[in-house]
């Protein structure tokens, strides 16, 4: 569904230490779309964290999205006895929220997220990741682990400035 123009998708990525994806899957209530557990062989790697990527909502146009914001700040809130010791035990949640959007003359992507929103996203200690995909594109991508990313490597300095302002 991810395809059409202005369509959207709201997905999770967690990654822990400790954490075995399936009780993951059943805290969120989510069927995962990928999992990899602690000390999974990888090929020419081991994994030295589980992880565990689902899709929490797709849909169509900017009331849906909407919509599916406020579903999942009280699904994070629901779940809040899970995430923050997940999070406490230096694991890691980031919410992506994709659309697919068309190329053209004008603005190729645009963004409003409310202060409520990265308020209590900031509050559980949870990361935000932003992805717009031209339509053309999308279809060789991966839905859990997308097009080539760069990552800033910003979390883990983040995460020794927040220990050490406690």
Known sequence: ??????????????????????????????????????????????????????????????????????????????????????????????????QTVAIDDGILFSLKLEPFFLHACGMHGIGLEVEAWSAEEKAACSPDTGCESVSTGISTPLRAARETLK
């Not at 998708?9 to 805290?27: G, V, W, Y």
């Not at 169509?60 to 035990?89: H, Q, V, W």
């Open 1 to 98: 569904m991810i395809e059409a123009v202005d369509s959207f998708r709201i997905s999770f990525k967690l990654h822990n230490f400790q954490c075995d994806p399936l009780e993951i899957t059943n805290a969120l209530g989510i069927t995962p779309t990928a999992v990899i557990r602690k000390g999974q062989d990888m090929g020419a790697i081991v994994a030295g964290r589980s992880s565990w990527f689902g899709k929490f909502r797709e849909g169509l146009g900017n009331e849906a999205f909407g919509k599916a914001l406020e579903d999942l700040l009280a699904s994070l809130e629901r779940s809040r006895d899970f995430i923050d010791p997940l999070l406490a035990e230096d694991g890691e949640m980031i919410v992506v929220l994709s």
